[in-house]
């Protein structure tokens, strides 16, 4: 993959002052869906403001699609932002809002105006489009600003929190529209606080705590990585007693837990797929399977070894 | 699932030149402006004074109406100096309530909005949008100034002849350039308090208070160290001087007419610097 295809980040920091926003960050987000995932306070803002040259780094460098992000001029052609707070100025109807943002881009009168509609469209506004924003429920303010952050047809979009407020519905119907973009091969960049959703959209996830960035990649990667945590895999099947007392043939298995409901074995390996292997010697000896699953391969899973210890030790 | 195959296609339509950008801001700051009928009302009363004025002009030059009222040519209004400088005052007056009222609504309300970060993740810069904004509030107080200050010297020099004109064009010239600093020097200080003080109604007061203050301020220092120093604190006094050097009026403010025009664009820099550290994309709390 080119690297004018990539965000990259370079040995970048940025201090308020005293205070450290990111430090010695170095990433290359391929296009997809990226999520930023962290506490407050941990950085993702900072790294969103940085990307789009809203912030410059205190060391370092960043590059976005190859262009510099002190060239705002070239920038901002191929970058969309979406803030995470509301950002509307006063007493524009939803349409002024996208098309006002379309001229300062530089759009002329009649193609703003089909951008503008397009974009609104896209986020299913079209009917409250001519109405003030300020009447507008929190659903409807986060789709406008997805509108305006899109409407230019940006080649990466850097969302801040931008499944806030929203209803089941429309939150399916925003992310199925992330999943339309990035399958087009735009770079779609969100923070989240909601980690299973991150989960289920995400191409891959870096993981921040204080300002450091401490796992990137797809998250399955990163889990298989976390030597220090052994994976945990929940076993179905007919006879948990005796599946516990097999698994311990293996060194590589540190904890087996008859589950709950007494139909399964909660097992914690040091090397899973060793431990596949002997689960497909027990299957041929006379112990009925019925699923295997990973239990702490997620993100939240991740969050919690990597991010969770840090501050709870705080 | 990584993507590695882009059929996504950005916007590669025609764009509008950079450098016309920020009139974006300024269509819509003015649009905003002329949605308050009270700013209306005193716009459109704004132009009674130069409608006086220009009637002055006309009766000096009407032979009948001379004869009528047993007066000679030129002894109902002498178009000179004096006449610019009472006119520009009593403009510049209205100007400034003016920008007292919707000064504080140039940028305190994208402030407390949050709306920055929006605008300047586009193509669009700080200059630009403190441009964008500081032309609404020019054009506004051009129509209420210089350019109706242009109109009766058109006026005059048409019943007076080309060689009044030629004669007396320093007045067009003083006219133009007063009435610019003039403007730009309370847009500043309007925008730069904007910027700081988020609340409008104190913004506005603020704006009232500074250039008060100000003048009594220097008032005072110029009382208690018997000097002219304090003129170069008071915003008021400088643009008296500037504007009898323009006018080629004697002034009371006794100080070098080169130090004033320094002055006050020192205090237009100031305000400048003050904008410049408010007017950012991303606030950022120490």
């Not at chain 1, 930023?36 to 699609?65: C, E, F, Y």
């Not at chain 1, 070239?74 to 006002?100: A, H, I, M, N, W």
């Not at chain 2, 006086?52 to 009948?64: G, K, V």
Request: aromatic content about 10%.
């Amino acid at each position: 993959m080119r690297a004018n295809d990539q965000v990259v980040f370079e040995n970048v920091s940025k201090f308020y002052g005293d205070v450290l926003g990111v430090n010695r960050v170095n990433l290359s987000i391929p296009p997809g869906i990226t999520s930023l995932v962290g506490p407050n306070g941990s950085g993702k803002t900072t790294l969103m403001n940085l990307m789009t040259g809203l912030i410059r780094p205190s060391r370092g460098s960043i590059r976005v699609l190859g262009i510099r992000t002190d060239n705002p001029e070239e920038l901002f052609r191929y970058t969309g932002y979406c803030t995470q707070f509301d950002s509307f100025p006063k007493g524009f109807t939803g349409y002024q809002f996208v098309y006002s943002y379309l001229r300062l881009y530089g759009c002329a009168h009649g193609e703003a105006e089909e951008l503008t509609w397009k974009a609104i469209e896209r986020v299913g506004l079209v009917e409250p489009a001519r109405r003030k924003i300020a009447g507008y429920s929190k659903g409807m303010r986060q789709r406008i600003k997805l509108a305006q952050s899109i409407c230019h047809g940006p080649s990466v979009l850097v969302l801040d929190e931008p499944l806030n407020g929203l209803d089941p519905l429309v939150r399916a119907e925003t992310i199925a529209l992330f999943r339309t973009l990035a399958d087009d091969g735009m770079h779609v960049i969100i923070s989240s606080h909601i980690l299973h959703e991150v989960d289920q959209i995400s191409d891959q996830v870096i993981l921040l705590s204080n300002g450091y960035v401490v796992a990137e990649g797809k998250i399955r990667g990163v889990r298989s990585e976390m030597q220090e945590h052994p994976m945990q895999i929940l076993v179905r099947c007919n006879r948990p007693g005796a599946l516990a007392a097999k698994v311990f043939e293996q060194d590589s298995v540190v904890e087996a837990q008859i589950h709950k409901d007494g139909l399964g074995v909660l097992v914690k390996t040091k090397d899973p797929d060793k431990f596949y292997l002997l689960l497909n010697h027990i299957a041929q000896n006379g112990v009925t399977i019925e699923s295997v699953a990973p239990a702490d391969d997620d993100v939240n899973s991740v969050y919690e070894y990597l991010i969770g210890s840090e501050e709870a030790g705080r | 699932m990584a993507v590695y195959k882009r059929s996504y296609r950005p916007y590669t339509g025609r764009l509008t030149p950079a450098w016309s950008r920020f009139f974006v801001l300024t269509r819509y700051a003015m649009r905003g402006m002329f949605k308050s009928k009270f700013l209306t009302a005193i716009f459109v009363l704004s132009f009674f004074s130069p409608l006086i004025c220009a009637l002055l002009i006309y009766l000096n030059h009407n032979p009948t109406i001379l004869t009528m009222m047993h007066a000679r040519h030129n002894e109902v209004v002498s178009v000179n100096g004096e006449f610019f400088l009472g006119f520009l005052g009593v403009q510049g007056g209205i100007a400034f309530f003016l920008t007292a009222f919707i000064g504080p609504g140039t940028i305190a309300p994208d402030l407390a909005n949050g709306a920055l970060p929006l605008y300047f993740c586009r193509p669009f810069s700080q200059a630009e949008y403190i441009l964008g904004k500081l032309c609404s509030l020019f054009y506004l107080l051009s129509f209420i100034t210089w350019v109706p200050a242009l109109a009766l010297f058109a006026i005059e020099a048409n019943l007076s002849g080309p060689g009044w004109m030629w004669e007396h064009r320093s007045l067009a010239i003083g006219s133009i350039l007063s009435s610019g600093i003039y403007i730009l020097m309370i847009s500043l200080i309007a925008m730069a308090l904007s910027a700081w003080v988020k609340w409008r109604i104190a913004a506005g007061a603020l704006i009232l208070a500074v250039m008060f203050f100000l003048s009594g301020f220097g008032a005072a220092i110029n009382g208690v160290l018997h000097s002219n120093i304090g003129f170069y604190i008071s915003p008021g006094a400088l643009i008296t001087r500037v504007c009898a050097q323009l006018f080629g009026t004697d002034s009371p403010v006794n100080i070098p007419a080169g130090s004033a025009w320094f002055a006050l664009l020192a205090m237009c820099g100031i305000c400048l610097m003050l904008l410049g550290k408010k007017v950012r994309p991303v606030e950022v709390v120490g």
